[in-house]
C-alpha cells in the first residue's frame, strides 16, 4: 500500500521539471525545439532527483 503512495508521490516531480523545463526552454530561446529540449533536461534531473535524494529519504 505504502508502495503506490511513494509512486503517485514522485509523479509530481516528474511533472513539475516537464512543466519548468519547457516554460524555461520557451523563456529563454522563444523556441518550441529548446523547449522539447527542456522537458528532456528536466525529466533527467527530475529523476536524478528522485533517485537519489527521494530514495534515500523514504528507505
Do not use: E, P, R
Not at 16 to 42: D, E, H, K, N, R
Amino acid at each position: 500500500m505504502q508502495h503506490t503512495n511513494q509512486d503517485s508521490s514522485t509523479g509530481i516531480y516528474f511533472i513539475l521539471a516537464i512543466i519548468f523545463g519547457v516554460l524555461t526552454g520557451w523563456v529563454s530561446t522563444s523556441s518550441l525545439v529548446y523547449a522539447l529540449v527542456g522537458a528532456i533536461v528536466g525529466m533527467l534531473f527530475a529523476g536524478l532527483f528522485v533517485s537519489v535524494f527521494v530514495k534515500g529519504k523514504h528507505d
